[in-house]
């Protein structure tokens, strides 16, 4: 993302400002950068609520999904 963005913003009849204008590329990079912060927090707690269960040893390995995936049907 650019360092340093010129801020521009659209303001009411009384001066308050109301909106910010940016440009489409500096707007689709803050989009992308929330992105991946999401992905990152998501990830993040993910590891969190699993961590025990997998110490715990409860979980399955990608093979025996399959098995009993393939078991349900």
Known sequence: MKTELAERYLI???GKKIA????LET???ILD???ELRCEKGYEQAVKETTTEIEQ?????????????????
């Open 12 to 14: 009411d009849q009384e």
């Open 57 to 73: 040893g409860d979980y399955l390995t990608l093979d025996e999904y399959i098995v009993n995936h393939k078991c349900a049907r």
């Open 33 to 35: 950068e929330l992105d």
């Open 20 to 23: 910010v204008v940016l440009d």
């Open 27 to 29: 707007y689709q990079q």
